[in-house]
């Protein structure tokens, strides 16, 4: 077996992350182990943009959310200049990048030319601000496609075999139904637009200095790829706009090599003329790379910006819920996936409600008020909702009688709101309960074996301690809570191994035996609930079904699908 020897000596792995709120950098070392990092936020350090949570949103076009391209390429500007005191860059052998899923880049025609020439004593800024056919990027948060994402289904058949043919139905925040959109009511910027980048293919192609390739992994959350032959679906692209393929370029499997690093930034920054540019791809599938998720009984829950839920599995099972992606690190593979749009900054909206601001007095009310919140649900949705499809409102709810109905006639009243203490456990377990029925009713395991929580939620005890509870297994967590970047970064070495042995390599081999001595290891951070949390599991699992009962109503009701 080849051991972490592969990696040669004094060798540095560069993983980029391109996310809604800002552009991280990790750097790892040939022993796996971080050796800097580095962050830019939009909001504080471009404020010039004038972007709230590194987004615009569009009050005259109801659920349309996008951010400016050029932030993103002044960004990774900073980031780099930010960095370049911590490594020599003359080290790096191979970088990586993730980058938030599903958003989208318009280069406009003869854009090529002008990525491949690149003036070295000029910023990128300044180089390619004129590049794009449109400023404006849609974004994942984006739900203003509906009519298109039922265009695209009728087209193919239904939601269903939309599903078994790319892996999900059609998503507001999916590229193909976003591009179907600029081609119907901007088809000039269509018209002149030479290649459509993913977010992630865009960093590739500045880093290479030409248009990157879409990646496998990330290409499966555009509503355009086949699942299982992992090219374009010829039936959805028709379906989508004219022309289509030839503005996406050809697809590549995420461990390949996008190409060696552009002059530009060996004559800029100092890289080395051999270091390898690895195919980058989305946030998620990266994340999974980095918490090293490769036992199907596991699942890693990652509350950031969006809470996604994820896992692996041997085949493709596509389903009218959640999402199903090819495993970046394991040819075979795939990942399954659901996303909630309201994570983070839904949580963050009832903490500068009800908790004074404070993250303190927020999970102070978390740890004082009692499990079961005394039957009350909340449904918080500050944003239009993926999963359920509900739109923009807040439903509070309480279930009478709780402690002593049994699941078949419990009754619920709604109310307009909740005591602050109340408020508080009820959107964290909310959020958690909704996680929990959505993960079962997809064929995820119930229970898991483990769960790796990720993301900047992840470092709240309180928060984890729910999971562990709600769930009925234990919790672990990483090293760092940006495991995008890491998974870039250790893409960034696996891809770099598959290239020096011609041919695919297990990204495991590099760590096996030794992961504890990585920053890849995953700690315990809850442990599985004994004999008094299953008495409180079978309880969360008779209000886990009530949420899922009233969720039902309320999509049959108002829901967007």
Known sequence: ??????????????????????????VLSNELIIVASETVNFDSELPHYKTEGGVYRDPTDDGRIYSPTIMWVEALELLLEKLKPKINFSKVVAVSGSGQQ????????????????LDPGKSLVSQLKDAFSTMDSPIWMDSSTTKQCREVENAVGGALELSKLTGSRAYERFTGPQIRKIYQTAPHIYENTERISLVSSFMASILVGCYASIDETDGAGMNLMDINKRTWSKAVLEATAPDLEQK????????AAAGRISSYFVERHQFDKNCFVIQWSGDNPNSLAGLTLNTPGDLAISLGTSDTVFGITAEAKPSLEG????????????????????????????????????????????????????GRLGFYYKDH???????????????????????????????????PESEVRAIVEGQMLSMRGHAERFGMPNP??????????????????????????????????????????????????????????????????????????????????????????????????????????LVEKIGRA
């Open 385 to 419: 909702e993926i999963l359920p499809p509900l739109p923009v409102g807040f439903h509070r709810y309480i279930v009478e009688n709780f402690s002593d109905a049994s699941s078949d006639n419990l009754k619920e009243c709604e109310v307009q709101e909740f005591d």
């Open 248 to 255: 996406l370029g050809n697809l590549a499997p995420a461990c």
């Open 102 to 117: 599903h958003g989208s880049v318009y280069w406009k025609k003869g854009s090529q030319a002008v990525l491949s020439s």
């Open 1 to 26: 077996m080849v051991g972490r020897s592969s990696l040669p000596d004094g060798a540095l792995f560069l993983g980029l992350d391109s996310s809604t709120q800002s552009v991280k950098a990790t």
């Open 448 to 553: 898991p074996k483990r769960i790796i929580a990720t993301g900047g939620a992840s470092s709240n005890e309180s928060i984890l301690k729910l999971i562990a509870q709600i769930f009925g297994c234990p919790v672990f967590t990483v090293e760092r809570p940006d495991s995008a970047s890491l998974g870039a970064a250790l893409r960034a070495a696996h891809g770099w191994l598959c290239k020096e042995e011609g041919g695919f390599v297990p990204i495991s081999r590099m760590y096996t035996g030794n992961l504890e001595k990585t920053s890849l290891g995953a700690k315990l951070a809850v442990p599985a609930p004994g004999d008094e949390g299953r008495e409180l599991l079978k309880k969360y699992t008779v209000l886990m079904k009530k949420r899922m009962e009233i969720e039902r109503r």
């Open 323 to 374: 999402h199903v992606f090819p495993n970046p690190v394991e040819p075979d593979g795939y990942m399954v996936m659901l996303c909630y749009k309201n994570g983070s900054l839904t949580r963050e909206d009832v903490r500068n409600q009800c908790a004074e601001k404070s993250w303190d007095i927020f999970n102070n009310y978390l740890e004082k008020t009692p499990p079961l919140n005394g």
